[in-house]
Structures are given as structure tokens and as C-alpha cells.
């Protein structure tokens, strides 16, 4: 089993800056990709960003050059850097794992985004 725990999230203005942190324990799988997913109210959740192990990224077209997810892998911290935030950003983000060669698939307990405008 792994554990993820998430912090980073809050209030802010448009244009401003936040930044997501996700720490996985526990087991020692080996960590495939790490990730972001948020959920809006009303809507389905959603890729936001992926890091897999060898360093690839992968980004939603709506929030490219604007986040930047980073990964340390000697801490199985996973980050997501947001700026240049808009309200349409607003939403619940969730941590995403997959592990043990994609056979794990773990989930954060989410940490809420709100954008003002």
C-alpha cells in the first residue's frame, strides 16, 4: 500500500501563483508516473499533468506554459508549479501514482484550488 499526502492548495487571485506538493510512503514499489487530476464541481475529473520515471511530462492543453510538474524521486515527491491561474483553474487536484509496472494505481485525498477572479 502507498500513501499520499498532499498539501499546497488554497485561495488566490487570478494571475497568481500556487504550488502542490505530493509525498508517496509506504511500500517500496517502484513508481512508474506520477501525476495531477482535478475535478470541478459539475464536471469529470481530468488529467492535469504526468512525470514518469525516466523525466517525460505530459500537460493538458489548457494549462501548458502555464504549470510545470517536477518530480524528486529520491523523496517520491511529486509538484505541480501553477501561474498564471484563472478561475476556470478552480477545482479539487488530486495526486495520482501508478506503480509495480501500472499495476498499482493510487489516489491522494485532494486538495482544493479556488481561483477569484
Known amino acids: 500500500q502507498v500513501q499520499l499526502v498532499e498539501s499546497g492548495g488554497g485561495l488566490v487571485q487570478a494571475g497568481g501563483s500556487l504550488r502542490l506538493s505530493c509525498a508517496a510512503s509506504?511500500?517500496?514499489?517502484?513508481?512508474?508516473?506520477m501525476g495531477w487530476y482535478r475535478q470541478a464541481p459539475g464536471k469529470q475529473r481530468e488529467l492535469v499533468a504526468t512525470?514518469?520515471?525516466?523525466?517525460?511530462?505530459n500537460y493538458a492543453d489548457s494549462v501548458k506554459g502555464r504549470f510545470t510538474i517536477s518530480r524528486d524521486n529520491a523523496k517520491n515527491t511529486v509538484y505541480l508549479q501553477m501561474n498564471s491561474l484563472k478561475p476556470e483553474d478552480t477545482a479539487v487536484y488530486y495526486c495520482?501514482?501508478?506503480?509495480?509496472?501500472?499495476?498499482?494505481?493510487?489516489w491522494g485525498q485532494g486538495t482544493q484550488v479556488t481561483v477569484s477572479s
Open positions: 509506504g511500500n517500496r514499489v517502484s513508481i512508474n508516473v
Open positions: 495520482n501514482v501508478q506503480a509495480g509496472g501500472y499495476l498499482y494505481n493510487y
Open positions: 512525470i514518469f520515471s525516466g523525466g517525460s511530462t
